[in-house]
């Protein structure tokens, strides 16, 4: 920053008194709509480059480690899990502790194996070819766009700097400095000084016009270095080519080289610019765009989430069925003007700062923090709760405030009889999420792979395609699933279940790669990008025509099964493969539902067809003996009798007692006997009555 450009004074005591007011400005909640936003604007900057210099001067890529770094502690901000995605926990202890199975190597995206992408990061220790699958360079061309650099794109796994003199490969198939080629499977070697390092993007979060479009054009490129620019690409600042170079708009910056606040713009991050990456967000908004630059948007996606304040009724797109009659909006918060900041703040921002104090008997203390040291040191491992299956951050579980902190549940439920027992055994998302009006994945199956060379997906929620406005949305209704309160003790949470099927290759003790299951299915890449089945694969499962789409695309005999097992023996060297399906709960916290619309009615839970064993469906089909995983264990959650495999999650639920649904057969039995032994009082007593009458 240039000293100048600093609108308070550097020493003295007004200067505290000024720093006090930008962080409350800061710490304030959003707008409500219709209102004014109350913040301040942030001061003018220089951009500068990797050198140092101003970017006007040298033409060169916007760093943020000098640019934002030099007034904010650039290392302790990129240490965070935005920036990191599990590359700081990659501890053996850590992960077992928390039942993560022995193939990953972290928590988060980074060295997690994911039934999504059905890809993983290569550990550092591999020594055989057969063995890498996403290096590091590719996981960033990949998911670089998103996961906003630092950390895991400026070091590589052995935590030395990349571009520094100590950074090199430790032999030919170091991850972090080769990559595999897509067509011929060879490990080459990765140019870092031609591609740069993607540091820490902070304009993705903290300016208003981040192009995510222009970012994923420059990390799948492998341009790291420009990807920074990209995200600046709509702002006016930088302009892009038809070579794709960048160049930089001087009407944008003042006479003294800073660039001009106000069409940066910085700011905390608005709704929108959460959106990008965490599924569909708006105050305010009649239409909603489920697909921006080729990507579904990850929260609704996974669990069908719609944060928007706007009714329901008032959606002009998608085409939601029956929703003349949904006078509410799609999320209660949205609709009170909360953002995403105002749950998921800074952890150490005075302004919104979870403190407990049993001493004093403090849950939220407004004051006494040294604002200069948050200013230079925000924390960026954002408050989360603790829902499944995200096991990202694991040592962060926890950090946000819960319902109970805001709302007082025994004043609002005063028509609920055993208020304790009901809030200990459910979340208030299972009366408040009574259902979904949005599609969600519903199953990723890289078991079969289509002529595209990707996975057979399947959603819920959805007649037709996802991508066509008019489709019919119908939404969908939760699965119940127990999972672990804050203090421990098991709670009921809606979820939607999203149930992968792959090959796991037993005698490595890993999933098998996307790169081995195309070399099984395919002969090679067509022409136009399409892939080639291998012969066998279309004489056990194209139709009289010779085509293979979805109803083909199953393992509907054991011959199919046997097949592809010896053609990943043959050409892909998987050695001892194993068809597997995963169930992944995915928890409801947003599209949350006003007391109007949420559960009320006892027999909804506690009558013979209660909603938490109802049945919901996973996949088309599913071959006998296939082991299920839930929770990283194989466990019985499969009904067959209807005609679809279904989830049955009364073993996940055996721990609960349901008044009126559940059947405990030593109850059963102590009932009947009691029944039977009153009857049989009766009759003994009245026998006895008679015989005395009759004397």
């Known amino acids: 920053m240039n000293p100048g450009s600093w609108p308070f004074p550097r020493r003295g005591g007004n200067s505290r008194l000024a720093l006090a007011l930008l962080v409350s400005a800061m710490a304030l909640p959003a707008a409500l709509p219709n209102q004014p936003s109350l913040r301040m604007a942030h001061p003018s900057i220089v951009l500068k480059d990797e050198d140092g210099r101003n970017v006007l001067a040298s033409a060169k890529a916007i760093s943020t480690r000098k640019t934002c770094g030099e007034c904010h502690d650039y ?4 240490d965070s899990f935005h920036f990191q995605q599990g590359k700081t926990e990659m501890d053996r202890n850590l992960l077992k502790g928390h039942g993560f199975a022995s193939f990953n190597t972290s928590p988060g995206m980074f060295g997690k194996f994911s039934i999504l992408p059905n ?3 290569t550990p550092a220790t591999v020594a055989d070819p057969a ?30 700097q990349l571009l520094s003199p100590e950074a090199k490969a430790d032999g030919p198939l170091d991850p972090s400095y080769t990559v595999r080629d897509r067509l011929t499977g060879a490990v080459t070697p990765w140019d870092w000084h031609k591609s740069g390092v993607a540091e820490a993007d902070c304009f993705l979060c903290h300016t208003p016009r981040a192009s995510r479009g222009y970012r994923r054009e420059a990390m799948a490129a492998g341009a790291f270095r420009w990807a920074n620019n990209g995200t600046l690409a709509n702002s006016g600042i930088v302009s892009k080519d038809a070579k794709g170079r960048f160049s930089y708009n001087r009407q944008a910056f003042n006479a003294n080289g800073t660039v001009k606040s106000e069409v940066l713009d910085l700011s905390d991050p608005p709704l929108d610019a959460c959106a990008q990456c965490h599924g569909f967000s708006a105050l305010r908004a009649d239409s909603i765009q489920p697909i921006q630059h080729a990507d579904i948007l990850r929260g609704a996606e996974k669990a069908g989430w719609v944060y928007n304040g706007s009714k329901i009724s008032e959606t002009r797109s998608p085409n939601i069925v029956g929703r003349e009659k949904m006078d509410y909006p799609w999320d209660i918060h949205a609709a009170k003007g909360l953002g995403c900041i105002d749950c998921h703040f800074s952890p150490n921002n005075p302004g919104r700062k979870l403190q407990a104090d049993p001493s004093k008997h403090l849950s939220y203390k407004p004051a006494g923090e040294d604002l200069a040291e948050y200013l230079k040191r925000p924390d960026h491992n954002f408050a989360r709760g603790n829902i ?3 096991t990202v951050n694991i040592t962060r579980h926890n950090t ?3 319902c109970s902190e805001c709302h007082d549940a025994e004043k609002a439920h005063a028509f609920l009889p055993y208020k304790a027992q009901h809030f200990k055994a459910l979340a208030c998302q299972t009366c408040h999420i009574p259902e979904v009006h949005f599609w969600a994945y519903r199953s990723d199956e890289w078991a079969f792979l289509m002529d595209t060379g990707a996975s057979k997906i399947t959603f819920r929620g959805v007649k037709g395609d996802i991508v066509d406005p008019e489709s019919e949305v119908t939404g969908f209704k939760p699965a119940y699933v127990p999972t672990a309160a804050r203090d421990g003790h098991l709670e009921i949470r809606p979820t939607n279940l999203i149930t992968g099927l792959y090959w796991f290759d037993q005698a490595k ?5 996307t790169w081995q299951m195309q070399k099984a299915f395919f002969l090679d890449r067509k022409a136009g990008g399409g892939w080639e089945y291998r012969p066998e694969i279309l004489a056990a499962f194209a139709d009289k025509e010779g085509i293979i789409d979805f109803p083909q695309a199953r393992y509907d005999t054991p011959a199919k099964v046997a097949l592809v097992k010896e053609l990943l023996r043959t050409y892909a060297g998987v050695e001892a493969p194993e068809l597997r399906a995963e169930v992944v709960p995915w928890a409801m916290s947003h599209s949350t539902m006003g007391k109007a619309q949420a559960i009320r009615d006892c027999k909804a839970c506690h009558g013979r067809d209660s909603i938490l064993h109802r049945a919901v469906d996973l996949v088309d089909y599913l071959p006998e003996g296939v082991p299920v995983f839930y929770g990283g264990k194989r466990v019985d959650i499969l009904d067959r009798s209807g005609k679809e495999p279904a989830f049955d999650n009364r073993s996940l639920l055996k721990s609960f007692y349901l008044i009126g649904n559940s059947r405990v057969m030593g109850v059963e039995v102590l009932g009947w006997l009691s029944v039977a032994g009153a009857l049989l009082f009766s009759l003994i ?11």
């Open 400 to 402: 946000m405030r819960g």
């Open 388 to 390: 499944p299956p995200e």
């Open 75 to 78: 290392a302790f901000i990129t």
């Open 509 to 513: 003790g890993r999933p098998a790669f």
């Open 119 to 121: 890809r993983q990061l």
């Open 685 to 695: 007593h009245g026998l006895i009555r008679f015989l005395g009458a009759s004397k």
């Open 131 to 160: 063995d890498v699958d996403l290096t590091q360079p590719e996981w960033l061309t990949k998911c670089g766009v998103c996961h906003t650099g630092g950390g895991i794109s400026e070091f590589d796994l052995k935590g030395r």
